[in-house]
């Protein structure tokens, strides 16, 4: 059992299920791997070695009984800091919510949980889930287990780290604005997120989130493989009537044509060319599996989807946030915050009802595209993943993260949704493709996606060295 940690998720869950091994030799092996690599990332800031084995005690003696412990039989995973877990403080990554210790699971939490999975610990995110970088004040920073010297992503990049260097078979993430998507990228695996209301979730220890919020953030999984994926997106889907936004929408939608379009420079996008070298190559993979894949110039608006989704999620309250950012201060949501006061300080009631309007607009265009062309490629990022921390050196370096996650802000403005899927590397760089399918349509996504995993090489587990 001594590399059980290696294995898939879908693997794993099969063994445990068979009893050739235990849920606990499972987790015993997780918390192993945890104990030897995370030091060097910091990517899991809080775990409780007895409570896994407790979950994983819970598995084994339904198996005995001769139950289904759920679909995640034993699985060792990971949840993100800022949602509720009971007993453990939903902290966010910050230090104001230290002492903010959920007293009821997430739902998100709970159907992981219903579904077998053993979380093995919770993992880090920048100061409010702010910046596309992981660090804060509280838990410390993130590394990239693959190139230290990177940005393991944000605002999921504890699990994308975690889960790149074989912490847990599966990690949850939450994206409103590229959360999953860019620490999939940057670490060098998959990410998928959902679309809007596809994946319940709330935090009842903390308010309610505003409109904004409430509306495009959404929860999902990262994983080393796109069946990983598929079967976490089945276990956190399960219905809980806590979240008003979730959609019974079944996980397999009506057969769609295998026909997808490529898009390298969407809305003008200065794409780097190891990132469309990428595209075209996921691109050549998809048509030699007997995809009609078309080049196109141009899509619906994404660059005015991302600015409008940049007003809605961070106007809804912006002097609150910079207040609370600055009471905590956090140099980096700081800075992520007053980067954009230009487009969000002067919202008002009439102002914002226009965005909403346009959003509507926005979203049937999408549809009606996607309608079309029911996959489409676009890069996840301008750029290869950035040198760490980049966001804190002046205005252009700012800018330029930014501009370069344009296709991240955008699409959750429509509730569509994404999927980040590793292509290797380009130098000493981990680079990955973007798949988008329409509303619902995460099953288009990871087809598309397990055909352009099957013709390249698999995701390789990252073995983090010192700083």
């Avoid at 915050?337 to 102002?351: C, S």
């Avoid at 370069?404 to 493709?433: E, N």
Wanted: with cysteine; net charge neutral.
């Amino acid at each position: 059992m001594s590399e059980l940690w290696r294995l898939s998720a879908v693997e794993l869950a099969a063994r445990i299920r068979r009893r050739d091994v235990s849920a606990v030799e499972a987790t015993q092996n997780a918390l192993a791997r945890l104990q030897a690599v995370n030091p060097l990332i910091n990517a899991v800031v809080d775990h409780r070695p007895d409570d896994a084995l407790a979950q994983a005690a819970e598995v084994d003696r339904a198996l005995a009984r001769g139950e289904d412990p759920g679909a995640l039989a034993g699985v060792p995973v990971t949840v993100k800091v800022n949602v509720d877990q009971a007993g453990y403080a939903t902290t966010n990554g910050v230090t104001l919510q230290k002492d903010v210790v959920a007293s009821v699971n997430n739902p998100v939490v709970d159907n992981l949980r219903r579904a077998g999975a053993v979380i093995i610990g919770r993992t880090n995110t920048p100061a409010f889930s702010l910046r596309w970088f992981t660090g804060n004040r509280l838990h410390g920073d993130t590394l990239n287990p693959r190139n230290p010297s990177l940005t393991p992503g944000g605002s999921s990049g504890g699990a994308a780290s975690a889960v790149a260097a074989g912490i847990g078979h599966l990690a949850h993430g939450t994206d409103i604005a590229g959360s999953i998507r860019y620490p999939a990228y940057a670490c060098g695996v998959h990410g998928l997120r959902p679309s809007l209301g596809r994946v319940a979730a709330f935090n009842a220890a903390l308010p309610e989130r505003t409109i904004g919020g409430q509306i495009t953030a959404v929860s999902g999984p990262l994983a080393r493989s796109i069946a990983d994926l598929r079967l976490g997106l089945a276990a956190m889907a399960a219905p809980d009537p806590r979240d008003p936004w979730w959609v019974p929408a079944p996980l397999t939608g009506p057969a769609a044509p295998r026909r997808a379009a490529l898009c390298l420079s969407p809305d003008g996008m200065d794409t780097e060319p190891a990132v469309v070298k990428a595209l075209q190559d996921a691109a050549r993979r998809l048509s030699e599996a007997g995809w009609a894949v078309d080049t196109v110039d141009q899509v619906p608006p994404l660059r005015e989807a991302a600015d409008l989704q940049i007003r809605m999620w961070m106007a809804d309250g912006y002097e609150g946030m910079v207040e609370v950012a600055r009471k905590e201060g956090d140099r980096g949501a700081l800075t992520a915050l007053e980067g954009q006061r230009a487009r969000v300080a002067d919202m008002d009631m009439a102002k914002f009802s226009a965005v909403l309007t346009r959003r509507a607009t926005l979203t049937r265009l999408w549809e009606l595209f996607l309608a079309q062309y029911p996959v489409l490629l676009l890069p996840v990022s301008a750029e290869l993943p950035f040198t760490d921390n980049l966001d804190l050196q002046g205005d252009a370096a700012y800018e330029r993260v930014w501009r370069a996650q344009m296709t991240q802000i955008g699409l959750p403005f429509m509730g569509l949704p994404g999927l980040s899927v590793a292509m290797g590397s380009a130098g000493d760089r981990p680079v990955g493709v973007q798949v988008v399918a329409g509303r619902y349509r995460e099953d288009l996504c990871l087809a598309a996606g397990e055909a352009i995993e099957a013709a390249g090489p698999m995701v390789t587990l990252a073995e983090p060295v010192a700083r």
